[in-house]
């Protein structure tokens, strides 16, 4: 699910190892935004948004909507231009590189070791 970055670059599709790894490495953190009653709201992605460029990797709860989970997670990853790493139980894992090269806080394997 390559996107398009703000340059007009395309960015690469992760790999089944990567998004392992980006797993892993999320198992130690704490959802950082909370999907609820209003859904999937303007207000929600855009705190998203912020969340991934700081971040790069988070977690979303789903508080409400579970039986959407998946296709609200995926609608999620598109209007914030994130990929979705996996859905576990009522968490959504999304990652983002930061835009900024500066910023940048994760090193993704490019090869499987």
């Known amino acids: 699910m390559g996107s398009n970055t703000p340059n007009g670059e395309r960015t690469v599709e992760l790999k089944g190892f990567q998004r392992s790894?980006?797993?892993k490495l999320a198992h130690e953190i704490r959802p950082s935004v909370q999907l609820g009653v209003k859904g999937l709201t303007d207000a929600l992605?855009?705190?998203t948004d912020e969340m991934l460029e700081h971040h790069e990797l988070i977690k979303v709860k789903f508080i409400d909507?579970?039986?959407s989970k998946d296709e609200l997670s995926r609608q999620l990853c598109e209007?914030?231009?994130a990929e979705l790493?996996?859905?576990?139980?009522?968490i959504a894992i999304l990652?983002?590189?930061a835009r900024e090269p500066d910023h940048r806080?994760?090193?993704i394997p490019s090869?499987?070791?």
């Open 79 to 81: 209007a914030t231009d």
């Open 105 to 107: 806080k994760l090193r």
């Open 45 to 47: 992605v855009k705190q």
């Open 21 to 23: 790894y980006l797993s």
């Open 65 to 67: 909507y579970k039986k």
């Open 111 to 113: 090869k499987k070791s």
């Open 85 to 90: 790493i996996r859905v576990i139980g009522n």
């Open 95 to 97: 990652y983002r590189q």
